[in-house]
C-alpha cells in the first residue's frame, strides 16, 4: 500500500503529479473552518507526521481563529525531536508525542511547522532565531536562513517550512529522501546555502521553477 501524502488542494498539478511519480498517493486538503481564509486549504494546522509511518489528525472544532487558538497542531516533528510552542500544543498531540518518545523542545514560535524545515531527524532549516537556537541546544544542525522570500496570499509573507516537505521514501525498500520545495527554490538568496545543507545531510532537493517558492501548508 503506498504511503500517503497530505497535500492543500490548492497545491498546482504539477507538484501533486510529482509525488505521485514516486510511488505515493497523493490526498487533497481542505478546506477546514474556523482558521483564517489564507490558512483554510493548509494540513499543517490540522496534521501533524509524527514520523515516517504516523501522521497525527487533530479535530479543526477545536481551532479558532485568532492566535493561539490555531496554533495547537502546528508542531514540527522530525520524527526524533518535537518543536512546539508547548504551553499551546494541543494535550493529546502533546502525547502522541511523547508516546512516540520524542524528544520536546519548546519555542515561543506558535507556527512552528510552519517555520521549520525538516532535512532529517538531527537537521532543520529556519528563519526563527529562536527555533534554531533552542534546536541547536538540543544538539541539532541548523541553517538559518533570512526570512522572507516565501509567497502566501493573503499574508506579507509565507513561510519556508509550509513550502516543504521531506519524502522519506514511499516504502520501506525506498528511503532515498527527497526535499521537495513549492515553487522555484533557486530564487530564495539562500539557496545554494540550501542546497548544500541538504547535501550534507544525504537528501536530495527537488524544485519547481514554474512559479514562486509558496507557503501551501506543509508537504505532510
Not at 7 to 18: G, I, V
Not at 75 to 94: D, M, Q, R, V, W
Not at 96 to 111: D, F, K, M, P, R
Not at 120 to 127: H, K, L, P, R, S
Request: charged residues 20%.
Amino acid at each position: 500500500m503506498a504511503q500517503k501524502i497530505i497535500l492543500s488542494k490548492t497545491a498546482r498539478p504539477e507538484l501533486a503529479a510529482y509525488i505521485e511519480s514516486l510511488g505515493y498517493e497523493v490526498v487533497p486538503f481542505g478546506p477546514i473552518d474556523n482558521v483564517q481564509e489564507p490558512l483554510k486549504y493548509h494540513p499543517d494546522m490540522v496534521f501533524c507526521r509524527l514520523d515516517r509511518d504516523t501522521v497525527y489528525a487533530g479535530d479543526p472544532s477545536k481551532l479558532r481563529p485568532q492566535y493561539p487558538g490555531d496554533i495547537v497542531y502546528n508542531a514540527c516533528s522530525t520524527g526524533k525531536h518535537f518543536i512546539h510552542n508547548l504551553k499551546y500544543t494541543a494535550p493529546e498531540l502533546l502525547r502522541a508525542a511523547e508516546q512516540h518518545n520524542l524528544a520536546t523542545i519548546h519555542v515561543s514560535q506558535g507556527y512552528a511547522k510552519c517555520s521549520t524545515c525538516v532535512v532529517g531527524e538531527d537537521a532543520i532549516i529556519t528563519y526563527d532565531r529562536g527555533i534554531a537556537r533552542a534546536a541547536e541546544t538540543a544538539g541539532m544542525d541548523v541553517l538559518t536562513i533570512r526570512p522572507g522570500h516565501v509567497e502566501l496570499p493573503g499574508y506579507d509573507t509565507g513561510f519556508i517550512g509550509g513550502a516543504t516537505g521531506l519524502l522519506t521514501g514511499p516504502t520501506s525498500e525506498n528511503t532515498r529522501p527527497i526535499l521537495i520545495f513549492n515553487g522555484d527554490l533557486s530564487a530564495h538568496p539562500d539557496w545554494r546555502a540550501i542546497e548544500d545543507f541538504a547535501a550534507e545531510h544525504g537528501v536530495e532537493v527537488k524544485y519547481f521553477s514554474g512559479w514562486k517558492l509558496t507557503d501551501i501548508g506543509s508537504i505532510i
